[in-house]
Nanobody, 122 residues
Framework: QVQLVESGGGLVQAGGSMRLSCAAS????????MGWFRQAPGREREFVAA????????YYADSVKGRFTISRDNAKNTVDLQMNRLKPEDTAVYYC???????????????WGQGTQVTVSS
């Protein structure tokens, strides 16, 4: 059974940093684009960042470009999201997702984690 489990959320002050991690069950990971999405209260879920299967191609939403960095470790089946210079508008539930055999620009993901809350105080 496919599982994606996020960790690392919590409360941080504006301007601070936080690192999210997602652990994926085995076979889906190495041929999947991995992405991070977020959903704030009352808003639709939005794309944050994605990384290709080799880790060489990365894609970011304009709102996080230059502040967030996505990375993956295929040996450990993990994908991380390093978030710097956090803003109150980054407050949301953050979800890890996997898209098998897709391009890094895909918005169609096959598997989702349960989400982790990130709260940025002003």
């Amino acid at each position: 059974q496919v599982q994606l489990v996020e960790s690392g959320g919590g409360l941080v002050q504006a301007g601070g940093s936080m690192r999210l991690s997602c652990a994926a069950s085995g076979r889906i990971f190495t041929d999947s684009v991995m992405g991070w999405f977020r959903q704030a209260p009352g808003r639709e879920r939005e794309f944050v960042a994605a990384i290709g299967w080799s880790g060489g191609v990365k894609y970011y939403a304009d709102s996080v470009k230059g502040r967030f960095t996505i990375s993956r470790d295929n040996a450990k089946n993990t994908v991380d999201l390093q978030m710097n210079r956090l803003k109150p508008e980054d407050t949301a539930v953050y979800y890890c997702a996997a898209a098998r055999g897709a391009a890094v620009t895909t918005r169609k993901y096959d598997y989702w984690g349960q989400g982790t809350q990130v709260t940025v105080s002003s």
